[in-house]
């Protein structure tokens, strides 16, 4: 199977910047959606940014967009989840997920990913 690495969690202030790296275990192709969810204690897991590898295009749920950037770095087959003036309902357990060859109506949709990480706990203390 497909593995997803993620890193860059941790505890941060309210207000400050935090970002979380997302590496596959394979290079992924030009129609592969890459996404990041999030599940808060006590919630269902709830979609956050995606970005598909090819064109770049990105979208984004109304609770983070202007605050978060989604983005990928083709020479180091990684994707970014730039975290900007984070609030304490950020806190989070963060997922970085993929899958192959989805319209991108289904990118908000965490039940359409195939492949998941292992989860990276980010904490906004107040």
């Known amino acids: 199977q497909v593995q997803l690495v993620e890193s860059g969690g941790g505890l941060v202030h309210v207000g400050g910047p935090l970002r979380l790296s997302c590496t596959p275990s394979e290079r992924p192709v030009t129609n592969t959606a890459i996404g990041w969810s999030r599940r808060a204690p006590g919630n269902d897991l709830a979609f956050v940014a995606a970005i598909n590898w090819g064109g770049g295009n990105t979208v984004y749920d109304d609770s983070v967009k202007g605050r978060f950037t989604i983005s990928r770095d083709n020479a180091k087959n990684t994707v970014y989840l730039q975290m900007n003036s984070l609030k304490p309902e950020d806190t989070a357990v963060y997922y970085c997920?993929?899958?192959?060859?989805?319209?991108?109506?289904?990118?908000?949709?965490?039940?359409?990913?195939?492949?998941w990480g292992q989860g990276t706990q980010v904490t906004v203390s107040s």
């Open positions: 997920a993929a899958v192959y060859y989805v319209a991108y109506s289904g990118y908000t949709s965490p039940e359409r990913y195939d492949y």
